[in-house]
């Protein structure tokens, strides 16, 4: 009998250096970068929009800083921001609650999908605002409408990366699964749902990105409220600061959503697989 | 002799044959007897079929003629008495800690936490690797992983262990430690172990009696060597060269 040390089986985690840090403590030297590559932009921003255009062709930051400030104040931002907000979320989380357990079965029951694989194939080229005049005729121009066309976007994205999950699954899991006995329906609980959820994760964080896209469109053409209908509707009056308004809050509610949706992933499923 | 334990008479297998691919049949009437307890190597050439005989035991595969039978009972698919250590580290579940890993087959079975955790620990002692329960597969290393599915299956409680090249795919060094530990844990368990393996010497140092397949397709049981030295064995044992040099000179025949 050979005794073991544990240590001599080294973790790959013991091996992992420390992230680099300057002296500030807890900012890390990304943070600074990431800090300074903004700045940088809003600089260059501001020297294109001074030196080639007018104003109201390309507004400067600073000046859409006071128009957004006015918008803020009159609580007119924050109707069209949270709306959308709404809309997104709405849509999102309908559209992957119904697509995360129809992927798994679909994945899992070679019947189930082969009776809805050839519409998923069909659907999935559609993009969903062709959909848009059919479902206003039929649903309304209210908020049905809206988010019925984000559920549509986020079900193929959702499914179909549930499915590839459900296929990667490698074969000796669900062997061992097997013959430490699970039966079908525990294997699909236990094994099946869990290694697959690092699949679904993916899917809904893209499928947020597209939800935005869509409600965008959406509201372009068929709302009166809305991120969407404030860049459009500002087009007509030639307000582009208006319109950079619309832009940067787009921006910045996406990455703050999606910086979000992976915090929670990193809290609550680091287990279930790296997220990137 | 012994009773008969586990049995193979007759097992035929032939994969399916599918656009542009012909059926292959990988055994021809494999027969193979072991008993109870028995420290069993299948040896043979890449390709021939030794790790479709360890599905076939463990059910994941049906014969397409013969019988397979544990205790005189046909096996009939997967069951808890019959489980598999399989080769690569994907069998593990890689979103469960170590602990929970090992007690799986106790949780399917219905026992509580707190129980199953009270058992799964005393397996983890078992294969030296108390200490990191808390880990994730993702945090061992690659002995370590193959000793989290040793205890994984012995903490079901099977009667036989069926291993697939376990060892494989782990750097010498420490596949001497964990050749080693195996032996210690089938001493202390008793259970009957059927060890794949297409190296000689860990054949020669593990097992009760090797059986050496035929080479691919329509392979069979080519001969079985009985290893009648003491144990703990090492390379330099007295006999292990000669054993080896039978097991190898058989191989390269089939091999030729």
């Known amino acids: 009998m050979t005794e073991v040390s544990p240590a001599r089986d080294a973790t790959p985690a013991d091996a992992m250096a420390p992230a680099s840090r300057l002296p500030l403590g807890w900012i890390k030297r990304d943070h600074l970068i990431y800090g300074a590559s903004i700045i940088g932009l809003i600089v260059l921003w501001h020297l294109i929009a001074t030196t080639f255009f007018k104003p109201q062709f390309f507004p400067p930051p600073l000046l859409v800083l006071s128009t957004g400030r006015e918008m ?81 976007t986020t079900i ?77 509707n500002s087009r007509l009056w030639m307000a582009t600061d208006k319109i950079f308004i619309g832009i940067v809050c787009l921006g910045a509610l996406g990455l703050t959503t999606d910086r979000f949706f992976r915090y929670l992933i990193v809290r609550f499923a680091h287990q279930y697989g790296p997220i990137e | 002799m012994a009773e008969e334990f586990l049995v193979a008479r007759d097992v035929s297998y032939r994969y399916a044959a599918r656009r542009g691919v012909e059926a292959v049949s990988v055994l021809q009437r494999f027969s193979v007897s072991l008993t109870e307890g028995e420290f069993f190597c299948l040896l043979g050439p890449s390709g021939c079929g030794k790790t479709t005989v360890l599905n076939l035991m463990a059910g994941f595969l049906e014969p397409v003629s013969g019988v397979l039978t544990l205790a005189g009972r046909p096996i009939r698919g997967p069951g808890i008495d019959r489980t598999v250590v399989f080769q690569g580290d994907d069998a593990l579940f890689n979103w469960l800690r170590t602990i929970d890993n090992v007690a799986f087959g106790l949780r399917m079975q219905g026992m509580s936490k707190e129980r199953r955790h009270v058992v799964a620990g005393e397996y983890l002692r078992l294969v030296h690797l108390d200490g990191q329960e808390n880990k994730y597969p993702g945090e061992l290393s690659g ?107 058989l191989i390269e025949n089939e091999e030729a």
């Not at chain 1, 525990?186 to 994760?201: D, E, G, M, Y």
């Not at chain 2, 750097?171 to 060890?195: C, M, N, P, Y």
């Open chain 1, 72 to 152: 803020l104040e009159s609580g007119e931002l924050m109707e069209h921001v949270s709306i959308s907000l709404q809309r997104i979320l709405s849509g999102f989380l309908i559209g992957s609650a119904i697509a995360a357990p129809a992927g798994l079965l679909m994945g899992s029951i070679p019947i189930v999908r082969a009776i809805f694989d050839p519409y998923v194939q069909f659907f999935r080229f559609v993009p969903s605002l062709a959909w848009l005049t059919p479902v206003v005729i039929w649903f309304g121009i209210g908020e049905t409408s809206k988010v019925l066309i984000i559920i549509y």
């Open chain 1, 156 to 232: 193929f994205i959702v499914l179909i990366n549930t499915m590839v999950g459900v296929s990667h699954i490698a074969p000796n899991k669900l062997r061992a699964a097997a013959c430490l006995g699970a039966t079908p329906l525990k294997a699909f609980i236990f094994v099946t749902l869990p290694a697959t959820l690092p699949f679904i994760l993916t899917g809904m964080r893209l499928a947020m990105g597209n939800s935005f896209a869509t409600v965008v469109s959406a509201e372009m053409i068929a709302a009166d409220s809305g991120l969407g209908y404030l860049i459009f």
């Open chain 2, 143 to 249: 002995g370590m992983k193959q000793r989290v599915q040793i205890a994984r299956v012995l903490a079901s409680d099977p009667k036989v262990l069926l291993m697939d090249e376990p060892f494989g795919a782990l750097d010498a060094q420490t596949r001497g430690r964990i050749q080693s530990e195996l032996v210690d844990i089938w001493h202390k368990t008793g259970k009957t172990i059927v060890f794949i393996t297409h190296d000689i010497t860990e054949a020669v140092l593990l097992a009760d009696r090797i059986g050496v397949m035929t080479k691919g397709p329509e392979s069979r049981l080519d001969a079985i060597i009985p290893v009648n030295l003491p144990r703990p064995r090492r390379r330099s044992s007295p006999g292990f060269g000669e054993i080896w040099e039978r097991i190898d000179a």
